[in-house]
């Protein structure tokens, strides 16, 4: 449900969209970001950008009905060029180039995935669903890159008992999740500010506590769990908890990984590589599919 301070921004866009077409004709105006997801609050910005070949003005902001309006100005062979990452996924374990060039593009990228072009008073989705289906792919590959390097700042923070610390990391590793499962169910990788609003559960964005001493890392169960099925959700098997587990690996924080070339379970620099079905099935056995 789009609340008023959404609702006030939006027409503010359309007016400014309407002014920019009339004195730039033949360019297209997108709106991008939170806003264009029906997200805002009492003090957000519009976030525009104005995209065509003529002369066109510098980026700029103003402020519109007490609003603030940033304007982005890029040409259509820019945004072509972006638009290119989203044609497929494809992350090798001994190739992660082009996941280095995603995961720094991705602020762009996102821009990209919530634009919507301003055309007779209506805002349309300029990405098609099988691009957004890509950026679905990458952003959630990149959260789970996200979680497995906190979580091996966790086994070195808890290894050398600096609790306060790994209280930190591990608030900034559930919302880091939280994120993935936002991802996973189709939506862009906005700021954590709006994960309450986005996250299907509750409990999602809330850590666990009074947890350093279970050296059996019991508490981070869920975590796998979570995470493995985020994964599962862009890239499903076929298998059941009938299937053999296939792997063993010693010692916690094991976590879920999906490249191109396969599956594997990943702890710190540890990659262990196993199928499809033995990772469906090692994550059965963690839980039930978080619901």
């Known amino acids: 449900m789009i609340g008023d301070s959404a609702r006030r921004r939006l027409r503010i866009a359309g007016q400014a969209a309407e002014q920019l077409l009339a004195a730039h004709p033949g360019a297209t105006v997108w709106l991008e970001g939170a806003l264009a997801c029906g997200l805002a609050h009492a003090t957000s910005d519009v976030d525009l950008r104005l995209l065509g ?16 309006v940033d304007l982005q100005v890029s040409t259509p062979d820019q945004m072509t060029g972006l638009r290119e990452l989203l044609r497929g996924f494809e992350i090798r374990a001994d190739d992660l180039a082009l996941f280095r060039r995603v995961r720094k593009e991705l602020p762009r990228l996102t821009g990209l995935r919530t634009a919507k072009y301003y055309e007779a008073g209506q805002w349309i989705p ?7 289906e890509v950026y679905r792919a990458w952003a959630v590959a990149d959260r789970a890159e996200t979680v497995a390097s906190l979580a091996e700042d966790l086994l ?10 790994a209280d930190l990391v591990l608030e900034r590793l559930v919302l880091t999740l939280a994120s ?16 309450p609003l986005m996250a299907s559960r509750p409990s999602a964005t809330k850590p666990p506590t009074g947890l350093w001493h279970d050296t059996a890392w019991g508490w981070f169960r869920p975590v796998q769990r979570r995470l493995a099925y985020a994964l599962l959700s862009c890239h499903p098997v076929n298998g059941s908890s009938s299937a ?6 010693d010692g916690p924080a094991w976590l879920a990984q999906r490249y191109s070339d396969g599956w594997f379970l990943r702890r710190a620099d540890d ?8 990772l469906l099935a090692w994550a059965e056995q963690l839980g039930p599919e978080p619901t």
Do not use: H, I, M
């Open 180 to 195: 993935a499962e936002c991802a996973a169910a189709g939506q862009p990788l906005l700021g954590e500010k709006w994960l």
């Open 271 to 278: 990659r262990v590589p196993l199928t499809g079905a033995a």
């Open 53 to 68: 070949n003529e002369p066109l003005p510098e980026p700029r902001s103003w402020l519109s009905d007490g609003v603030r």
């Open 244 to 249: 053999p587990v296939e792997v063993s690996v």
């Open 156 to 165: 070195g923070l808890v290894a050398d008992e600096q609790y306060a610390s």
């Open 126 to 132: 300029v990405v098609d669903s099988g691009e957004a």
